[in-house]
C-alpha cells in the first residue's frame, strides 16, 4: 500500500472519532506513530485531542514543538489560545485569541470562544460553590441497600415456604398471618402490605402513589427460580374489599362511582364521577378531591398519560362503577384497540420543564425534561423530600448525574453523543430492566441551561461506583453525582476514579 494511501486512511479514521468525540483514542492513535513521522497536520490534531481530554499542558506543548508552522495558521493560534485560558494564563489569552481574529477575521471563532469562556467560567464558578456539599462515594451508599434486603426477604420466603404454602392451601388470612407477613417484609420495610390465596399466589398491595410501585419488580424478578416455578407473585392495587377504609376529606372511595369516554386518537380518557357527598359543593373542589382518590390508587404518571378531563355529574348513570376497577376497564378498552395499557409507573415518560435559565440551583435550569417520577421532580422544585426519604428507608437511591457537554460540539453531535451516553449508561452500567440482575433503573433525563442531568433509581450503590469508572475512561466530561433531595450531598465521580 502507498505512504499516501496510508496517510489519507489515518486522516479520514481521525476525523471520524474528531467527530464521535472519542479523543482518546486519537491520541492513542497518533502517540503510537514515531515522532519523526509526525507532521503539522497529526501534531495539531494530537493538541486539540489532548485539550478536549483536560491535559493543557501536554497540548501546549505540542503546539509549540511546531510554533515555526503555526504562526500564520489562525486554527493554531486559537486552540493554545484555549488551552492558555485552561491553564488561567489570561495575557497569553488575548494574544493567541487576538491573533487567531487577525490572521481570519471574518470568522466566527474568537468571538464563538468569548462566550464560550464565559459560559466555561460560569460553570467553573458555580461547581466551586458547591463544593461544600462534595462528600466521598462512600457517603451515598446505604448502611442496608435494597438489593441487600431483597436478598434476606426472599432467604425468609425460602426458609418458610412450608409454611407459606400451608397458608396458602387452606386460604387463610388473619391477624396471625398478617404478622407473620410482616417478618419478611419488614426485612425490606414496614410499608408493604401483603396475602397469599389458592393456588400458591403471593401478592404485595400498594396504593397507587406508592414509590414502592418502582422497586418491587425488581424485588419480583430477583425471586429464586424453584420460587417462580411454583408461586404467583404480583402487585395488586387495593381490591374493593381492601378500599373500605380509604377516604379523602372524609369521603370514602367506595362511595364515588365513575364512568369514562375514550379517544382514540390521543389514547386519553373523559372521566365522569359521581357521589352523593359531592352534590352539596362546587364541581372544583370535588374534582380535587377525586384526583386525590385516584392518586390512592394509581400512579400519578399513569394519569398524566391517560385521563384528559374530568367532570362531575348531578346524577349516576348505568354503566358507572367503582372507582378501583378503572384501571382494568380502560385496560379492556385499549386492548379493544389493539393497544396494551402501560401500568408500570416506571415505563411512563411525562414532560415537564422550567425554563429557569439563569439560576445557580442545580436543576432549576431545566428548558426540557422527561420523567417516569414526576413526583421527585415536583418535591425537588418545592424544596420537598418525600419521595427520597420513602426511597432511601428501604435502601434504594434516588440519585441525578450532572454535567455539561463539550462547548464546542454543535448540536448534531451533542445529539448523537447523547444518545450513545444514555445506552451506555443503560446497557453497561444498570443492566437490564427487569432481569433481576440490574443494579437500577433510568428515570428519565433533562437538558438544562448549564447542565445535563440523567436521573437513576439505584439498588445497589456499591456495584453502580464500581462500573461507574469504566464510563468516566470512555466519555472524558466532568460528571457528577448528587442525591435526589434540595441540597442533598454531591460526590465527584472523576476524583474518586478508579482505574
Same mark, same amino acid.
Given at each position: 500500500m502507498k505512504l499516501i494511501q496510508v496517510e489519507q486512511e489515518l486522516c479520514q479514521r481521525l476525523d471520524e472519532l474528531r467527530n464521535s468525540g472519542d479523543y482518546c483514542s486519537i491520541i492513542g492513535a497518533i502517540t503510537s506513530i514515531s515522532d519523526y513521522k509526525l507532521d503539522y497536520d497529526l501534531v495539531t490534531r494530537l493538541a486539540e485531542a489532548y485539550l478536549r481530554t483536560y491535559k493543557y499542558r501536554e497540548a501546549i506543548d505540542c503546539l509549540l514543538s511546531v510554533s515555526d508552522k503555526g504562526a500564520e495558521d489562525?486554527?493554531?493560534?486559537? $486552540?493554545?489560545?484555549?488551552? @492558555?485560558?485552561?491553564?488561567?494564563?489570561?495575557? /497569553?489569552?488575548?494574544?493567541?485569541?487576538? !491573533?487567531?481574529?487577525?490572521l481570519n477575521p471574518e470568522g466566527d471563532y474568537a468571538s464563538d470562544f468569548v462566550e464560550f469562556c464565559h459560559i466555561y467560567h460560569y460553570v467553573k464558578l458555580h461547581l466551586e460553590s458547591l463544593s461544600e456539599r462534595l462528600v466521598p462515594r462512600n457517603k451515598l451508599i446505604p448502611e442496608h441497600q435494597f438489593s441487600d434486603r431483597v436478598s434476606s426477604f426472599w432467604k425468609w420466603f425460602c426458609d418458610n415456604e412450608a409454611k407459606l404454602s400451608e397458608f396458602s392451601e387452606n386460604n387463610v388470612c388473619d391477624s396471625e398471618v398478617t404478622a407473620f407477613f410482616s417478618e419478611g417484609t419488614n426485612l425490606i420495610t414496614k410499608d408493604i402490605?401483603?396475602?397469599?390465596? /389458592?393456588?400458591? /399466589?403471593?401478592?404485595?398491595?400498594?396504593?397507587?402513589?406508592?414509590?414502592? @410501585?418502582?422497586?418491587? &419488580?425488581?424485588?419480583?424478578?430477583?425471586?429464586? !427460580?424453584?420460587?417462580?416455578? /411454583?408461586?404467583?407473585?404480583? $402487585?395488586?392495587? &387495593?381490591?374493593?374489599?381492601?378500599?373500605?377504609?380509604?377516604?379523602?376529606?372524609?369521603? &370514602? $372511595?367506595?362511595?364515588?362511582?365513575?364512568?369514562?369516554?375514550?379517544?382514540?386518537?390521543?389514547?386519553?380518557?373523559?372521566?365522569?364521577f359521581y357521589s352523593e357527598e359531592f352534590q352539596s359543593i362546587e364541581e372544583s373542589e370535588a374534582s380535587i378531591i377525586v384526583v386525590d382518590m385516584l392518586k390512592l390508587l394509581f400512579s400519578e404518571n399513569l394519569l398524566r398519560l391517560y385521563i384528559d378531563t374530568l367532570s362531575l355529574l348531578r346524577s349516576p348513570t348505568d354503566e358507572m362503577f367503582p372507582m378501583e376497577q378503572m384501571c382494568e376497564k380502560m385496560s379492556n378498552v385499549l386492548k379493544l384497540s389493539g393497544k396494551e395499557m402501560i401500568e408500570n409507573p416506571s415505563d411512563i415518560r411525562v414532560a415537564y420543564a422550567f425554563g429557569n435559565e439563569y439560576t445557580d440551583k442545580l436543576r432549576h435550569d431545566t428548558l426540557s425534561g422527561l420523567t417516569s417520577l414526576l413526583n421527585s421532580v415536583a418535591e425537588y422544585i418545592s424544596d420537598v423530600n418525600n419521595t427520597y426519604m420513602d426511597m432511601e428507608n428501604c435502601g434504594a437511591k434516588l440519585v441525578y448525574l450532572f454535567y455539561t457537554w463539550p462547548m464546542e460540539m454543535d448540536e448534531d453531535k451533542i445529539f448523537n453523543l447523547r444518545y450513545n451516553f444514555e445506552y451506555y449508561l443503560i446497557d453497561e452500567i444498570l443492566g437490564e430492566k427487569g432481569s433481576g440482575r440490574e443494579i437500577g433503573i433510568a428515570l428519565g433525563s433533562a437538558s438544562g441551561s448549564m447542565y445535563e442531568y440523567e436521573d437513576l433509581l439505584i439498588y445497589d450503590m456499591s456495584e453502580f461506583f464500581k462500573r461507574i469508572d469504566r464510563m468516566l475512561k470512555d466519555y472524558q466530561f466532568e460528571f457528577h453525582l448528587a442525591e435526589f433531595c434540595p441540597d442533598g450531598n454531591i460526590v465527584n465521580l472523576r476524583s474518586e476514579m478508579r482505574l
Open positions: 489562525y486554527m493554531w493560534h486559537f $486552540i493554545l489560545g484555549q488551552a @492558555y485560558y485552561f491553564t488561567n494564563d489570561m495575557t /497569553k489569552v488575548n494574544e493567541e485569541i487576538g !491573533k487567531a481574529f487577525e402490605k401483603c396475602f397469599v390465596e /389458592k393456588g400458591f /399466589k403471593f401478592t404485595f398491595v400498594l396504593n397507587g402513589s406508592s414509590p414502592l @410501585y418502582y422497586l418491587l &419488580p425488581y424485588l419480583i424478578s430477583r425471586a429464586p !427460580k424453584n420460587i417462580q416455578n /411454583k408461586w404467583d407473585i404480583g $402487585i395488586s392495587i &387495593p381490591k374493593l374489599n381492601r378500599c373500605n377504609d380509604l377516604s379523602v376529606n372524609g369521603i &370514602p $372511595i367506595k362511595n364515588v362511582k365513575i364512568s369514562f369516554n375514550y379517544e382514540s386518537e390521543s389514547d386519553k380518557f373523559n372521566l365522569y
